[in-house]
């Protein structure tokens, strides 16, 4: 356990304060970015973490049955990793494409290779809103990544939210987020809420196109 990270000051001195072996969440918990570790090494925390002094832990290893979490507004699949997750074939994944349950982009810079935005197999989905948009953007012959374009981006008209997030009733801890507006939304009926953002989305759509 000799290795240290560079992002340690090379003047400090100052011994770890406990050997701790970590999972990615308890290292997000903490406020350690992965870049700021190597493999075995000293991470420097703040003061502000409850029972915690300031100092440095020595991270031992992190576990390996975890992965880093991934971003929900950017990640993107193959079909064969949909597929994987969903615990279905391909051919399952592509008809529900088909069916307009599902939608695939292409990558910028990318002739072929179509990726599935990854929220979308999520079980917190509210699956009938993306039906819903799914729907529209596809009445009207508008690209699909439009539609993503909308959906990963913070949109003032949800409160700061983006529209992965509205969709999964995920409430991020950033900036801008307006609780008032967000406490609005949550009142609306199922219906009324996926109009209001279907009419945003396409307001968007038409900006995109103008």
């Known amino acids: 356990m000799s290795q240290q990270s560079s992002k340690v000051s090379s003047n400090s001195t100052q011994a770890p304060i406990m050997l701790l072996a970590v999972s990615f969440s308890m290292l997000d918990r903490l406020g350690i970015r992965l870049s700021d570790l190597e ?19 020595k991270v031992v290893s992190l576990l390996e049955s975890t992965s880093p979490p991934q971003d929900l507004n950017a990640e993107l699949l193959t079909a064969e990793s949909m597929a994987k997750r969903m615990q279905c074939t391909r051919a399952n994944v592509y008809e529900r494409e088909k069916k307009g349950m599902l939608f695939s982009v292409l990558p910028p810079g990318r002739e072929n290779g179509r ?11 509210d699956s009938v809103m993306l039906a819903r948009l799914i729907e529209r953007f596809r009445l009207l012959n508008a690209p699909m990544a439009l539609l993503w374009d909308f959906l990963r981006s913070v949109q003032p008209s949800l409160g700061g939210l983006t529209g992965v997030e509205l ?9 801008g987020i307006d609780l008032a507006v967000i406490g609005e939304l949550k009142k609306l009926e199922a219906a009324k809420l996926h109009e209001y953002v279907i009419d945003h989305a396409l307001e968007g759509l038409s900006h995109a196109l103008s």
């Open 115 to 125: 990726r599935y935005p990854a929220f979308q197999i999520s079980p917190k989905l």
């Open 167 to 175: 969709m999964l009733g995920v409430s991020p801890k950033r900036s």
């Open 39 to 57: 493999e075995i090494g000293l991470a420097s925390v703040s003061s502000n973490l409850g029972r915690l002094p300031s100092g440095f832990l």
